[in-house]
């Protein structure tokens, strides 16, 4: 049985622990990369794509491999991807199709309707999708598969939630021979996670209502934030490092720090271990104080990247649920600045009931913390958040608006726009200002708050130009992102255009073939 993945561009951290999980119990995996290089979540020039998309170099990468079952990983914003995609390799072959990961796991029903579906996996995957394999080999029955969809007779049948991994020290490293032998550039950076879970509650976030939808469907208590021991973290880093060289870590979990007692064990573990990789982590600024900052500092930590959202207290705790204080913002900005740890923050604009006056809040709280670099982003409100329902009761939302973004027809990303309502010069001159800001004197942003002058910034500017021009100012020593966004670019664009040659050579001579994956690996893989 081999299950093969077809990933959308990026690293996916869970397609990793599935890969892991499938080969240590048995499974045969496969990964086909879609390069998808302009139209993704930050860059979207559908026409271009749709002119430079290879789709039969992809499926006949797919065929070439003679899967038994296709796995695609479906967040909100790549359903109308996992949608193609479905529908071009059901037209070629009739392997079983399952959707998983955040969207399919809110919306099983909705998913379930395509024809092209033919299953969807809700929440954790690794038990659930060797079990979906099990079950396509006879060897048990759908109706048992915790966590699964399905159909009979084309009805979708959803079976109860499965509960949480408790003990995340039982899964294998996740499987990254299998994404660095498909986009050798993702070996620039190692990422992982040190746990699951995020213990806040923000009502634009999908943890929110993950935690929300496990603590409904699932009977037993379940704990929703998990962490693995800080053993089996500095293991795993010492393993990358031995087997792929690796010369920086990002841990992708939500917030680093939040256990502080954990901190203070990892990072005495990883100084005593001596693994001398720097890392990045996401941090939330209620969780750093000046002993964590000096503790992460310390242990190898050179940068962070911490979500502050607004500068606006009353509509942080309101509109966002989130209970930090202006004070804790600044204090963990400056604890880190004070430990030598680069600080990035997010914030984001389009609020519901956002005013100039909150706007002016944000630029004020910017501005006192000075951190190393920031994102402004649009909201985008996914569907099934608890933000959508709030901007549905105060009647921000129009039916269409609504009805766009629940059958996810609206995907915009957040910087290309999100789908916050409050687009109109007003906010786009904040978003165009806040950018900006990192590279702007401190006695320049209050001079142009006291005299009222952000409203008359160029509104004009494109926030992802502006984002790119900060970075190559004020550059990152070691960001994989970039690295791997530079090399991705030209290995991609590379090998599009040498078989775009190769057919043209190949249609001159009147020759067959060109296309990658070859017209016999295709037929083989025809069911
Ligand atoms: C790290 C991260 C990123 C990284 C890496 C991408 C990745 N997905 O690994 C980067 C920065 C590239 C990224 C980008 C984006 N991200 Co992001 N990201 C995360 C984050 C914090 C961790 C992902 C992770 O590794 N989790 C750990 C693994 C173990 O969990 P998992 O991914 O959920 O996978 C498990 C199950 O979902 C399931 N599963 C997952 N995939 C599949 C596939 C199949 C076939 C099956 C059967 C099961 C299955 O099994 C897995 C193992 O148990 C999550 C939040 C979170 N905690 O998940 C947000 C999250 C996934 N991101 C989100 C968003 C919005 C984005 C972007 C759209 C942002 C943007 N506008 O650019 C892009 C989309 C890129 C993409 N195609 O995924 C949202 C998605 C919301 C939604 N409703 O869709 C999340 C949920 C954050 C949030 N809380 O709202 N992201
Ligand atoms: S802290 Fe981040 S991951 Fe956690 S609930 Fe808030 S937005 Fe979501």
New binding site residues.
């Given amino acids: 049985m081999k299950v093969l993945f077809l990933n ?8 990793q ?2 890969s892991a999980y499938l080969k240590q119990v048995g499974f045969e995996t496969a990964l086909v990369n879609d390069p998808n290089l302009f139209d993704n ?2 860059i979207q020039y559908p026409l271009v794509s749709r002119l430079l998309e290879d789709v039969d170099f992809i499926l006949n990468q797919i065929a070439a491999h003679r899967p038994d079952l296709i ?3 479906i ?4 359903l109308q991807w996992g949608l193609k995609w479905a529908r071009r390799i059901k037209a070629r072959m009739q392997t079983p199709i ?6 399919p ?1 809110f919306h099983p029903k909705e998913v379930l309707l395509h024809n092209c579906v033919d299953f969807v ?1 809700r ?4 038990h659930t ?1 060797a079990e979906l394999a099990e079950a396509l080999m006879g060897q048990r029955d759908l109706s048992s598969v915790l966590g699964l969809g399905y159909k009979v007779d084309g009805e979708p049948r959803v079976n109860d939630m499965r509960p949480l991994i408790e003990d995340l020290d039982t899964l294998p490293f996740p499987d990254k021979d299998l994404y660095y032998a498909a986009m050798p550039y993702l070996n620039h950076g190692y990422t992982t ?1 040190s746990g ?1 879970g995020c213990p806040y509650r923000c009502t634009f ?3 929110n209502t993950s935690m929300k939808l496990y603590k409904e469907t699932v009977p037993k208590a379940q704990k929703w934030t998990r962490r693995h021991s800080p053993e089996y973290v500095v293991r795993e880093i010492q393993w990358a490092k031995e087997r792929y060289g690796i010369k920086h870590v990002r841990f ?1 979990d ?1 917030d680093f720090s939040y256990d502080k007692r954990w901190v203070r064990e990892f990072c005495t573990l990883y100084i005593r271990e001596k693994v001398n990789i720097p890392y990045f982590a996401w941090v939330y600024p209620n969780t750093i104080d000046e002993e964590i900052a000096a503790l992460l500092a310390a242990s190898g930590c050179d940068a962070v990247e911490m979500g502050i959202q607004s500068g606006a207290e009353q509509l942080r705790k309101e509109v966002l649920h989130r209970k930090t204080k202006d004070t804790d913002i600044v204090r963990a900005m400056h604890a880190l600045r004070a430990a030598g740890i680069r600080c990035t923050v997010d914030v984001i604009i389009g609020l519901p009931t956002e005013t100039k006056a909150d706007l002016d809040a944000t630029v004020r709280l910017l501005a006192e913390g000075r951190p190393w670099h920031l994102y402004a982003f649009w909201l ?1 409100y ?1 569907p099934s958040t608890e933000i959508l329902s709030l901007a549905k009761e105060k009647k921000l939302l129009s039916p269409e608006q609504i009805h766009q973004l629940e059958t996810n027809q609206h995907t915009r ?2 910087i290309a726009g999100g789908t916050s309502l409050e687009q109109d010069g007003l906010s786009r001159s904040y978003h165009a200002f806040i950018v900006l800001l990192p590279l702007m004197p401190a006695w320049f942003i209050n001079f142009c708050l006291r005299r009222d002058l952000i409203q008359y910034f160029p509104s004009f500017l494109s926030p992802f130009v502006l984002v790119n021009f900060t970075k190559v100012i004020k550059r990152d020593p070691y960001n994989e992102f970039r690295v791997r966004g530079w090399l991705m670019l030209w290995v991609e664009t590379r090998g599009l255009v040498r078989r775009a040659i190769a057919r043209g050579l190949a249609h001159l001579f009147g020759r067959p073939g060109g296309g990658g994956g070859g017209q016999e690996a295709l037929s083989g893989g025809l069911r």
């Avoid at 399952?98 to 969207?103: I, L, P, S, T």
């Avoid at 929440?123 to 690794?126: A, K, Q």
């Fill in positions: 959308p561009q990026q690293e996916m951290g869970g397609i622990c599935l979540p930050w796995a695609l990983p967040v909100t914003d790549d399952v959707f998983g990961n955040v969207h796991t996996v929440g954790e995957g690794e999708l996670m699951r976030c999908d943890n992708n939500e985008r996914y990303g957040h």
